[in-house]
């Protein structure tokens, strides 16, 4: 064979260019939605994802829509966390995306900072947010923007199955001053007593929201304001050892069936299936987990908030519009319905977390059921800080990276300090390349 | 209907025309896939080509780079040990495969009462092997509170979570690779069926042992069928996906041991928006397997034996 080295650069160059020149029609953005509402029928196309119990919830506030709007048809496409959001990123690469989006904040500034998604500012006729609390509003802002609309706020917190902990004579730990250490120590009693039948903790590490207090609680953050990595390796290191104590000391099961639970889903968490006793969950979670396990479950506090409080308000995730919508007004009213809305607030009720939007949040405590209601207190009972920095833009992976170098250190195949250097030279690399 | 009448019509005609009538014929059945071919595959091939000298995103247009990606492939942690991941799976499970296919090739052949039911039993695993449904399976099989566990249970041994833990996870994968050696056991099957009787009934006359029958005609004889089955076999695991994607729920883990080729390319094109570096590590993929089946063509002059 004879090579033919310029050729062959000729050749790829034109085939390259050729391809950038075809897709470079795709790259525009930038709707607005401030033109007149249409009488012409219109057909918009929504997607999220969740459970079935949030999709059949979701339909009926579509139907609801649909009746009060009837030129307008909402065509609901649902899907598993994990399709959601390869489908979201193939259909925007084929020019295809859904008009209304449920957003989350992982992948917000890879969204947003690409021009996929529409300023909501520029709906404001049809999209009011007077009704948000402005400290909730900036969560969905970049650059001074308003790229999505928090929809709930969530904030970390430790479930404990008090069920469990009676069984065991073991009172309930005073969560306004116990430490990391006590939560070994009692994790350590229960699994003792259960003959290991029953972990005291359930292994965590596969979150970014355990690892944001982590870093908030030791005077850092993940990310600093310019959108790099800025936990110290210490910091991480230690949190990591934490978790590998726990593992190793049976406070927590064996790293195996760590794994195996963190990536089956709620429904088989040592929490819902009534193996373990103290967990790491988003609040909101209180009503399912309640739901699986059959159990009396509580909210309580992290552990450590008594000495460094790093708890914050997350948005459990938002509403965003396509930029390349092409009916970016009438896409608006409908999240106007979704967000502002008491008739729909009364169906979706704390299902996408307790509403960011005040007056709703007041409207339909009173409908509340017992679960619902304390993850709602508790959530008024935290006290928190400014919320983390919106997870930059490139980082939107940070949780499979997390979850790689938590196995890691579970299987004792690196050290706690060198999964640390390691993850934060990762991660930095992918918001560099984006 | 049409296409019916249209047969019976050319079945009925003969002469000069009729053979142009078949070839049209031909084509026009052949259209739809040679549509599809352009449209779904060989359109996106090309497309892939120029894309691996781009930065892309996604969601904004490619901007070209280089030879950047190809570049970066060299500094690649993750890239090297995927590739050592898949080299250690092909390596493993292809042999093992092979071996279990004609093994029982030369059980079944022996002329089993009931042979077609026993052939078909083993050739369903190959029809399902890849399906995502017999991925989940081998999830629940091998999980720890799995069948496999329960099993060893019985017999006092501790299990563990297989597919959960960094040292068994791939092995999981190789076994159900393993599992699905229908296709080339029905392949050699037949090629069994291809060698005259004649030679073992010569060779049994001058008292060879079967071992030596074995070694001596029926290998050298389906040295060819063997040949085939190995750079298909090959070719085809190195494609694996959907097996890592599903047992590991699309990570790779746990601790990217069972992080296929396919699978970081799939997560860094999806997951990581990065679909330029991902289509140039789609081209190396393919320069891989051509490279390896170009080293089997050579290696096959050596061990091949054509009967004819």
């Not at chain 1, 790099?228 to 390796?233: C, E, L």
């Not at chain 1, 979704?338 to 009173?366: C, E, F, H, M």
């Not at chain 1, 017992?370 to 009972?381: H, P, Q, R, Y």
């Not at chain 2, 890592?244 to 094109?269: E, H, I, K």
Request: glycine share 8%.
């Amino acid at each position: 064979m004879r090579y033919t080295p310029s050729r062959r650069a000729a050749l790829a160059l034109a085939v390259s260019l050729a391809a950038t020149a075809a897709l470079a029609a795709c790259g525009s953005g930038g709707g607005d939605a401030s033109g007149e509402l249409t009488k012409d029928p219109v057909t918009l196309r929504f997607t999220w994802w969740g459970s079935d119990a949030r999709h059949q919830r979701t339909q009926q506030v579509i139907d609801l829509f649909q009746k009060a709007h009837p030129n307008i048809t909402v065509k609901g496409e649902f899907k598993d966390w994990n399709g959601y959001w390869d489908s979201l990123a193939t259909t925007v690469a084929a020019n295809d995306a859904p008009d209304i989006i449920q957003m989350d904040e992982l992948y917000l500034a890879s969204y947003a900072e690409r021009g996929a998604l529409l300023d909501l500012g520029t709906a404001s006729k049809y999209l009011p947010t007077a009704d948000f609390d402005p400290n909730a509003l900036g969560t969905g802002q970049i650059g001074g923007k308003q790229y999505a609309l928090p929809v709930g706020l969530s904030t970390y917190a430790v479930v404990v199955n008090t069920d469990l902990l009676a069984q065991y004579n073991i009172p309930v730990p005073d969560d306004a001053t116990w430490t990391w250490d006590d939560l070994k120590t009692i994790g350590g009693q229960i699994s003792k007593a259960s003959g290991g039948k029953v972990t005291g903790v359930q292994s965590w590490g596969f979150d970014a929201g355990g690892v944001n207090i982590w870093a908030r609680q030791a005077g850092a953050s993940l990310y600093d304001d310019k959108g790099d990595v800025a936990i110290p390796p210490q910091v991480l290191a230690a949190y990591w050892q934490y978790l590998a104590d726990l593992a190793k000391d049976g406070v927590a099961p064996a790293p195996s069936v760590s794994i195996e639970r963190a990536g089956a889903g709620l429904d088989q968490s040592g929490t819902a299936t009534n193996t373990s006793v103290f967990a790491t969950w988003w609040n909101t979670q209180l009503t399912s987990l309640a739901k699986a396990s059959g159990k009396n479950l509580k909210l309580l506090r992290l552990p450590g908030e008594a000495q460094t409080a790093g708890a914050y308000y997350k948005p459990s995730m938002f509403w965003s519009v396509s930029s390349r919508s092409k009916h970016p007004a009438e896409s608006a009213l409908f999240v106007d319905f979704l967000a502002n809305s008491q008739q729909a607030a009364d169906i979706l009720l704390t299902d996408r977390g307790v509403p960011a939007n005040t007056k709703i949040r007041a409207a339909i405590t009173p409908k509340l059921t017992a679960t619902d209601k304390a993850a709602a207190e508790f959530l008024d009972s935290v006290k928190v800080s400014k919320p983390p920095r919106v997870t930059p833009n490139g980082a939107s992976g940070i949780e499979a990276i997390l979850k790689r170098y938590t196995e890691e250190v579970l299987f004792g195949r690196m050290t706690p300090q060198q999964a640390a250097e390691k993850f934060i030279a990762e991660l930095q690399a992918e918001i560099k390349a984006a | 209907m049409t296409a019916l009448s249209e047969l019976q019509r050319l079945r009925a005609s003969r002469g000069g025309s009729a053979r142009k009538r078949d070839n049209k014929a031909a084509f026009l059945f052949l259209l739809p896939w040679f549509a599809g071919l352009l449209l779904i595959t060989a359109g996106p091939i090309v497309m892939s080509f120029g894309l691996g000298f781009t930065d892309y995103n996604l969601i904004e247009a490619p901007q070209f780079n280089g030879l950047d990606n190809f570049e970066r492939m060299l500094t690649d942690e993750r890239l090297h040990h995927a590739l050592g991941v898949t080299f250690t799976y092909v390596l493993v499970s292809v042999p093992l495969q092979l071996a279990c296919a004609l093994g029982l090739a030369l059980l079944l052949d022996r002329g089993l009462r009931g042979m077609s039911f026993y052939r078909s039993a083993f050739y369903l695993p190959s029809l399902l092997g890849s399906s995502v449904a017999i991925a989940v399976l081998w999830r629940q099989i091998f999980g720890a509170e799995g069948m496999v566990n329960q099993v060893l249970d019985l017999i006092g041994v501790q299990g563990r979570g297989w597919i959960s833990d960094p040292d068994t996870a791939l092995s999981t994968l190789v076994v159900l690779n393993v599992w699905t050696f229908g296709a080339p056991m029905v392949i050699f099957l037949a090629g069994l069926r291809q060698i005259p009787v004649m030679y073992y009934e010569a060779a049994s006359v001058d008292g060879a042992p079967r071992w030596m029958q074995f070694r001596k005609i029926t290998l050298p004889l389906l040295s060819p069928i063997i040949f085939f089955n190995l750079v298909l076999q090959i070719i085809h695991a190195f494609q694996s996906f959907t097996q890592a994607f599903v047992v590991s729920g699309g990570s790779g883990g746990p601790s990217d041991s069972t992080l296929f080729y396919t699978l970081y390319l799939y997560q860094r094109g999806f997951n990581n928006f990065d679909m330029g570096y991902a289509s140039a590590l789609a081209w190396l993929l393919l320069v891989i397997i051509g490279a390896f089946t170009a080293v089997n063509f050579w290696a096959a002059k050596h061990w091949v034996f054509y009967d004819d």
